[in-house]
């Protein structure tokens, strides 16, 4: 069973900075896109961040340039280095996992509970 347990949330003050992480068990890390989302109150979760099995990345508008996602599959670890933070970050963080099975390629997607990130002054 897949699991995955975030790390690293914390109440930071505007322009701070923060690194999260995503430590995941009872898969094949390195055969997974690994994804940060976020759910502030009242709103949507939306996708922040992505990082394929191959290293590519992608990210919202609202935070490119000032986060960054990383993996490291011999940990089996991914990371969100948050930079130049806003009141506008702060929401529930979570990680999640994706994986289309190569024989009926039917997707799987796994998230992990969420970590708070609260940017306040």
């Known amino acids: 069973q897949v699991q995955l347990v975030e790390s690293g949330g914390a109440l930071v003050q505007p322009g701070g900075a923060l690194r999260l992480s995503c430590a995941a068990s009872?898969?094949?890390?390195?055969?997974?896109?690994m994804s940060w989302d976020r759910q502030a109150p009242g709103k949507e979760r939306e996708r922040v961040a992505t990082?394929?099995?191959?290293?590519?990345?992608d990210y919202a508008d609202s935070v490119k340039g000032r986060f960054s996602v990383s993996r490291d599959n011999a940990k089996n670890t991914v990371y969100l280095q948050m930079d130049s933070l806003k009141p506008d970050d702060t929401a529930v963080y979570y990680c999640?996992?994706?994986?289309?099975?190569?024989?009926?390629?039917?997707?799987?997607?796994?998230w992990g509970q969420g970590i708070q990130v609260t940017v306040s002054s």
């Open positions: 990082i394929s099995t191959a290293g590519l990345t």
């Open positions: 999640r996992a994706r994986v289309i099975a190569r024989t009926t390629a039917i997707a799987y997607t796994y």
């Open positions: 009872g898969c094949p890390f390195r055969n997974y896109a």
